[in-house]
């Protein structure tokens, strides 16, 4: 039936009207739909449906979301088809509502595409044949839409798709002619400014916004914000400025705004930071910030969060469940966070993998777990009790439990009880029992999601490893580490770095120097929220076993969506079972 597809594109454009007593639906016109696409490409698809006018071939513009625009056809009972399968203006032949089409293929696979015959995802368009081909924007490289040929099964051949592209070419040749001039000069005074410069370098339109490496590499992503908000109101009034501010990450940026003009109005213009860190001022009056927790880096916001947050659960001395993927840093923060308040104080960790299969090792592991915890003093750190064995964690849940009910820690050093687990889904059984023990939790985030704190991490770690020998890392290397997942957290990270120091103690570290598996990166560096939604996109599509649609439906987004973002994000995904 093409009745869903139909319903699923009202609803979503609304520009329909249903009638209730004869379910029919009615075009109402949209003029903001067209835009400058159709009025760069009317002039080019009118002499191409000319050339057709003797052949069974129609000429289809779509936009960017798949919505007919202009239909050109000189076969009557082919524009009567097309009519009852609504491949007619106004509706959207996208691949989240009719399946795989030319159109919504083309859109999907951003290139060009030949769906024929019984390829079609509806039954009803399997007389069809169609070859569809994106219109790029001529600067940004956007889609903007879809050129579609259509025909009869029956006539269709190879060479419609090559067709299709050739119309596309000259459609975005003419954008660039009636659309792109202002783009192009804000293109040339950017990439004029990159060769005098080698600093980070914005330009900045009302559509348009590019980064030079520097600017990426330089400029933390919340500090981009608040540049391209400050910059865009300067270079509104049409000349040259210059300013400094603060920015949210600490450092101060001296900012360089020159406009770009194009027939005679200002089109946006280019930027040039400076970054550098403001003077500290000593003032008796103004109380000194509290430094990182010993041995441990890392300033981002997700991260610092964490920290904060574990420390005043010690200061309560409330005990505390560290969740969160193995090696992300659980029991370094921990022990940090103990260290940092009270660094002669005493602290016992007691780790399950110290449990070996002798007769005695777990009664000596659980005594000295009931020694430490009747005490009552000092920290006392359980290390991956996810690993304990049932009997294990029902012994050290009953024992938690009776110390609940026990008088208040004796004054001087009252304790804290910290337990880590390497995960964050749902408990059962004998861990459950043991986790409820502990009133509150921390999830304390994979190192993907405050990938910025590479930055800090990785001389840090080569520091460590070095012991203070002159080596340090290339931006060039770095880049390659920054745009890594790092599914092994901060204990991959040291992994690799100390594979690097074996070979190279002194000098600059190179993308050369790095080992094998950390080569292979993602397109570019993900900000926080960006890799928290691909980690969710891709828990969906291993649940659904690579089922994207199903996988769509479960987060709440159409399926186009998905195939962009799993484009976008470089994502994997393994072959669908369904």
């Known amino acids: 039936m093409v009745r869903p597809p139909i319903l699923a594109s009202w609803r979503r454009s609304r520009d329909f009207h249903v009638s209730a007593d004869h379910f029919e639906l009615q075009y109402a016109p949209n003029p903001d739909r067209a835009g400058s696409l159709t009025h760069s490409a009317n002039q080019i698809i009118n002499e191409a449906s000319a050339q057709f006018s003797n052949e069974p071939v129609s000429v289809i513009l779509t936009d960017s979301d798949g919505v007919v625009l202009q239909r050109n056809t000189g076969d009557s009972q082919l524009q009567r088809h097309l009519d009852r399968v609504s491949l007619a203006p106004g509706f959207s032949y996208a691949e989240e509502f009719v399946g795989t089409n030319g159109i919504g293929t083309a859109l999907e696979g951003r290139g060009p595409a030949q769906v024929f015959g019984h390829e079609h995802y509806v039954e009803h368009l399997e007389d069809l044949a169609c070859a569809g081909a994106p219109i790029h924007h001529p600067t940004t490289g956007k889609v903007l839409g879809v050129i579609d040929l259509t025909c009869w099964r029956t006539d269709a051949n190879q060479m419609m798709v090559a067709a299709a592209s050739t119309i596309a070419r000259r459609i975005e040749e ?49 500090d981009q914000v608040t540049l391209l908000g400050m910059a865009s109101e300067a270079l509104a009034a049409g000349k040259p400025s210059q300013f400094t501010a603060p920015m949210p990450s600490g450092v101060t940026a001296r900012v360089h705004c020159k406009p770009s003009w194009s027939e005679a109005s200002v089109i946006g213009g280019v930027v040039h930071v400076h970054l550098f860190s403001p003077a500290v001022v000593d003032s008796p009056s103004t109380t000194p910030s509290a430094g990182p927790l010993p041995g441990m880096v890392g300033s981002g916001a997700l991260w610092t969060t964490c920290c904060q947050e574990i420390e005043q659960h010690f200061r309560s001395r409330e005990w505390l469940l560290l969740e969160g993927e193995p090696g992300n840093g659980k029991f370094t923060v921990a022990r940090a966070t103990h260290l940092a308040h009270t660094p002669g104080g005493h602290l016992r960790v007691f780790n399950a993998d110290e449990l070996v299969d002798a007769p005695d090792a777990v009664t000596r592991w659980l005594d000295g777990v009931r020694e430490e915890l009747v005490d009552g003093r000092g920290t006392v750190i359980l290390r991956h009790v996810d690993r304990l064995p049932d009997s294990v964690l029902d012994e050290l849940s009953a024992l938690l439990g009776l110390l609940e009910a026990a008088p208040a820690p004796r004054q001087g050093e009252p304790q804290w009880v910290v337990a880590t687990r390497s995960s964050t889904g749902p408990v059962d059984g004998a861990l459950e029992r043991l986790v409820s023990r502990f009133p509150h939790s921390v999830v304390v985030p994979p190192l993907r999601h405050h990938i910025d704190d590479l930055r800090e991490l990785v001389p840090f770690l080569i520091a ?115």
Do not use: F
């Open 464 to 578: 460590r490893l070095t012991r203070g020998a002159s080596l340090r890392c290339s931006p060039e290397a770095m880049r390659v580490l920054m745009r890594n997942r790092w599914p092994g957290n901060t204990e991959q990270l040291y992994q690799v770095i100390r594979k690097v120091v074996a070979h190279r103690r002194t000098g600059v570290i190179t993308p050369a120097d790095l080992p094998p598996e950390v080569q292979a990166t993602s397109r570019r560096v993900l900000t926080p929220l960006e890799s928290i939604e691909c980690d969710a996109i891709i828990a969906c599509l291993r649940g659904a076993e690579g089922n994207r649609a199903e996988a769509a439906r479960h987060l709440g987004m159409s399926r186009a969506t998905i195939y962009r973002k799993i484009r976008e994000y470089g994502i994997v995904v393994p072959p669908s079972k369904g």
């Open 174 to 222: 003419a954008l660039l002619e009636h659309t792109g001039r202002r783009e192009l000069a804000l293109l040339q005074d950017y990439l004029a400014a990159c060769q005098r410069n080698r600093g980070p370098v914005i330009a900045i339109s009302n559509d348009l916004v590019m980064l030079n490496d520097a600017a990426r590499q330089l400029i933390d992503p919340q």
